[in-house]
């Protein structure tokens, strides 16, 4: 069965909700009751308390005030604001254009020190040309209705991919053989970014390797896009969001997986033919 990837979240929202039923019953207001001095329906303390419907912060300020526990305002709204980042959509994240989402990813690149990137459909964002970029980020800002920056998205995607030539850093990527043949821009910007390919999975910190579509009795069926941060993060591109994962047992599960694809892959001269073959094929 499928990975899933939002129990991290929905656990941490389940941590916020018990808190709060916990403060309600403390205080031995019942859920009308307490609905009642917060000035809302009684329907909404229910959402609340079985983690359907996040809180915001007035909400928790208000709740703490009915319950007598103002001193736990600061830390449940931390908690809540916390829950909510481990499940963001896109279009949230992107409201504002793609460049801003690029460049909230440059202090997590640089306190990591060991990557793990698996896709089975794109080429890892480490390794993207402009032109590839470019056309990724376009296409992606046009389907999430948001402001098309792609070309200055693309810029900052590059400046910031610059960390796999700085020390300190290792890169193990993996991806699908498919992904070399989906063409994204024209086939000369697509020949350009296989060819990076090339050059890139030459670096001493890059391990690139590639799972062949002729790979015959899979151990592990192709799973969804995700990137292990150390052992500490796990993040995983949905369509409509990105989930981030720190439940250590989670972690540990995608780390097994991201091993048991790597045993399937095939690196160096071999890897190289295959990208080879995908240039061939845009000719």
């Known amino acids: 069965m499928p990975i899933s990837p939002s129990s991290s979240a929905q656990a941490a929202r389940k941590n916020v ?7 309600r019953k403390d205080a031995g207001l019942t859920v009308v009751e307490l609905a009642a001095q917060c000035g809302w329906h009684h329907a909404k303390t229910s959402r609340i308390e079985n983690a359907r419907t996040p809180p915001s912060t007035t909400d928790i300020r208000l709740w ?5 526990a ?3 305002v600061a830390d449940l709204i931390a ?5 909510e980042s481990l499940y963001t959509e896109w279009r949230r994240r992107a409201r504002t254009g793609l460049r801003q989402l690029q460049d909230s990813y440059v202090q997590l690149y640089r306190s990591t020190r060991t990557f793990r990137v698996y896709s089975p459909t794109l080429l890892p964002g480490l390794l993207q040309t402009e032109g590839y970029a470019r056309a990724l980020l376009s296409a992606n800002a046009r389907f999430l209705d948001v ?7 693309a810029a ?3 400046e910031r991919s610059q960390i796999i030539h700085e020390s300190g850093h290792h890169f193990l990527l993996l991806i699908e053989e498919a992904a070399l043949r989906y063409q994204l821009g024209d086939a000369d910007a697509m020949a350009a970014q296989l060819g990076q390919l090339l050059t890139a999975g030459a670096l001493p910190a890059v391990s690139l390797g590639v799972i062949p579509m002729a790979t015959s009795e899979r151990p592990l069926w192709p799973q969804e896009m995700f990137n292990v941060y150390d052992d500490t993060l796990v993040s995983v591109e949905l369509l409509s969001a990105q989930v981030n994962i720190t439940q250590p047992s989670e972690i540990a599960l995608y780390l097994k997986a991201f091993e048991e694809l790597r045993g399937m892959a095939v690196y160096g001269a071999t890897a190289r033919s295959l990208i080879v073959k995908a240039i061939e094929a845009l000719r």
């Open 79 to 83: 908690a809540s604001r916390h829950a």
């Open 156 to 158: 900052a995607r590059l």
């Open 64 to 68: 703490c005030r009915t319950c007598s």
């Open 17 to 23: 909700a018990r808190r709060l039923r916990d403060l």
């Open 70 to 72: 103002t001193d736990q």
């Open 147 to 153: 402001p098309d920056d792609g070309a200055e998205a």
